[in-house]
């Protein structure tokens, strides 16, 4: 089993910045691929940004250039930091993990969430 549990998440205005952490522990070495997902009241769970073992990253249009997606593998965390935040990044971030970055969207391990809320 895997257990994910996400910090970092508050209050922020528009234009700040945060960073959230997903500390990963249990059966990690089934793990090679993390992600972070959103979802805003009323809306559908999106995804934001990805990280696999290897290094390689994905974002969401809605966020380049503006979140960064990152590892620390001897604290077995991983990290996403916001910046230039934006009313529209309000929601509930959650960590994700699984065995690649397909088999995390299709069926991953999802932490409990942590709430951002962004007020312009």
């Known amino acids: 089993q895997v257990q994910l549990v996400e910090s970092g998440g508050g209050v922020v205005q528009s234009g700040g910045s945060l960073r959230l952490s997903c500390a990963v522990s249990?059966?990690?070495?089934?793990?090679?691929?993390e992600g972070w997902y959103r979802q805003a009241s009323g809306k559908q769970r999106e995804l934001v940004a990805t990280i696999t073992n290897g290094g390689s990253t994905d974002y969401a249009d809605s966020v380049k250039g503006r979140f960064t997606i990152s590892r620390d593998n001897v604290r077995k965390t991983v990290y996403l930091q916001m910046n230039n935040l934006k009313p529209e990044d309000t929601g509930v971030y959650y960590c994700?993990?699984?065995?690649?970055?397909?088999?995390?969207?299709?069926?991953?391990?999802w932490g409990q969430g942590t709430q951002v809320t962004v007020s312009s």
């Open positions: 249990g059966t990690i070495f089934s793990i090679n691929a």
């Open positions: 994700r993990s699984g065995f690649s970055v397909a088999a995390m969207k299709a069926a991953g391990h």
